[in-house]
């Protein structure tokens, strides 16, 4: 299937799903946490470019 958000991979789901899940957290609101706290970008491996 063409099209559509690229794979994220099942190690950043899980992470996701477990800072989620300690922090009892939406899922707007651990997005927001994603791009708030570099602490969490770290945990994630991810690079925003900021």
């Known amino acids: 299937m063409s099209g559509g958000r690229p794979t994220i991979g099942i190690e950043r789901v899980?992470?996701?799903h477990?800072?989620?899940h300690w922090f009892?957290?939406?899922a707007p609101?651990?997005?927001e946490a994603l791009y708030?706290?570099?602490a969490i970008q770290q945990?994630?491996?991810?690079d925003l470019g900021k």
């Open 14 to 16: 899980l992470r996701i």
């Open 18 to 20: 477990f800072l989620q």
């Open 24 to 26: 009892e957290l939406s």
């Open 29 to 31: 609101v651990a997005e």
């Open 36 to 38: 708030n706290s570099v």
């Open 43 to 46: 945990f994630f491996s991810i």
